[in-house]
């Protein structure tokens, strides 16, 4: 506060304007005058923002953290610390640059890049500055890592005409200017808006099977040419894009649907269950209904198949006969859950969910198998892009961890099935006779809830290639 002497009033000169009146620091205020000191061991403001004027960072003083500046571009003023003082914004899209321990968060105006998480040192790592980090002549890198502290951090960060400038905490107060989209174009933890839960709109996934058959019938109750095109077209761009279709009214002509997904040169998956499985509690043909699914009891989210290597990435569930109560259908994008928590969450729970191996083991008195794999794998190690996820938790083994890591992994794998227990992560919906959905199974859980009376379902498994490949000419 006052008195401290002229060096620090100085270091700061950047926020000692005095400030007259109350800014509100919940749960309790403080009074604005020169710099705000607080103490160290205050625990509702480490680390924190006060909210769009300020953020802590450990300075010269051990038992203090000051308050800074910091630069909110907004769509009308420019706002500082110096809370009395406003000047015109030089761009009219809002940004803002939060700052963390050991790294900055900036939000990004373009709505389709929500924000992006950038580590202290790799910005610094990646100053394109030509007085020192690059040569002026062939702009190639002069410096290493090496060069400089992994713990350094910023004296200030503010947005400016759409780009980021950070005052370094080192000995020459090296000032660094990053152009937004440079930011963007090589952000490594990149959150998208379409990590967004996508709510419970099922018009977005229903197709209407006697709609295709009035514009494109062919005369003798199927579809023309043109209208099988079409409604391939239109099943393949919603399993794009959600992951699933759920088609009404399709009728009971199983190897008929099967055609309309799968071509004649290709076939289905047949599994231990059949070429079609017959989902019902009454089956005493198959030998392998010792499971939950042959119950009336409920089976919650989960991905089918996961022991095994190479799980059928499509299947679709035909309702023959729907119960009396209950047995009503949900399904889950188990991708936008997925990097939800990349994104959301903890960086730490999708690494551990990602990378840490889980046994898959399917024991029946017919039928056995075991599949070591990640509950969640992506296209590459550390990719927000995913290839597929593995989850069941009727099939899921005792899990092998080392003990000082298993509370741990049992924290992230419950973080992740909580999250897609969520509503709103959800698609729901009531099948009924002559319906069907038709789902990703590297992509989608699906589940049912319990019922009473007498239930039929259909299921037919297929290869990714086949479906895509039919419905899309992929």
């Not at 006052?2 to 100085?10: E, H, K, L, M, V």
Request: glycine share 6%; with cysteine.
């Amino acid at each position: 506060g006052p008195g401290r002497g002229a060096r620090r009033q100085s270091e700061f000169e950047a926020v000692t304007t005095p400030i007259r009146g109350w800014l509100e620091i919940t749960p309790f205020r403080v009074r604005l005058t020169e710099y705000i000191t607080v103490p160290k061991d205050t625990p509702q403001l480490l680390p924190c923002r006060i909210y769009n004027l300020g953020y802590f960072s450990p300075k010269t003083h051990p038992n203090y953290l000051h308050i800074y500046k910091h630069t909110m571009t907004t769509t009308t003023t420019t706002t500082t610390t110096t809370a009395t003082a406003t000047t015109t914004a030089t761009t009219a899209t809002p940004n803002l640059v939060i700052l963390h321990t050991r790294h900055l968060r900036l939000r990004f105006p373009n709505p389709s890049a929500t924000h992006a998480d950038f580590h202290y040192f790799w910005l610094r790592h990646n100053c394109p500055c030509l007085s020192g980090c690059r040569h002026p002549l062939s702009k190639e890198r002069v410096i290493d890592s090496i060069d400089f502290s992994m713990h350094i951090q910023p004296l200030e960060a503010s947005v400016v005409d759409d780009e980021l400038h950070i005052v370094w905490d080192d000995a020459e107060h090296h000032v660094t200017v990053y152009p937004l989209e440079w930011l963007r174009e090589n952000a490594y933890a990149l959150a998208r808006s379409e990590v967004v839960p996508p709510g419970s709109d099922n018009t977005k996934v229903v197709l209407e099977y006697a709609e295709f058959l009035e514009k494109w019938g062919d005369g003798k109750g199927g579809l023309s040419e043109e209208g099988l095109r079409r409604y391939r077209l239109d099943c393949g761009l919603r399993l794009k894009v959600y992951g699933l279709v759920v088609i009404k009214g399709r009728g009971q002509d199983t190897e008929g649907i099967i055609r309309e997904f799968i071509t004649e040169k290709h076939e289905v998956i047949s599994t231990h269950f059949g070429r079609i499985e017959d989902l019902r509690t009454d089956n005493t043909t198959n030998k392998n209904t010792d499971q939950l699914g042959y119950t009336n009891a409920t089976v919650d989210l989960h991905t089918d198949q996961p022991y095994i290597e190479n799980p059928p990435g499509f299947q679709f569930l035909q309702c023959v006969r729907q119960a009396d109560v209950g047995g009503d259908s949900y399904l889950c994008d188990a991708f936008q859950a997925a990097r939800y928590i990349r994104s959301e969450i903890s960086s730490r729970v999708y690494d551990l969910l990602t990378t840490v191996p889980v046994r898959f083991d399917r024991r029946q008195a017919a039928f056995q198998s075991l599949v070591v794999r990640p509950l969640i794998e992506p296209v590459a190690a550390g990719s927000s892009d995913l290839k597929q996820v593995r989850f069941s938790y009727f099939t899921h083994a005792p899990h092998d961890e080392p003990f000082e890591r298993m509370q741990e992994w049992y924290e992230a794998y419950n973080t992740f099935a909580g999250l897609v227990r969520d509503p709103k992560f959800q698609y729901r919906f009531r099948l009924q006779p002559g319906d069907l959905v038709l789902y990703d199974n590297f992509r989608m859980l699906h589940a049912r809830t319990a019922f009473k009376g007498s239930r039929h379902m259909r299921g037919v498994y297929f290869d990714t290639s086949d479906v895509w490949e039919t419905l899309l000419g992929q």
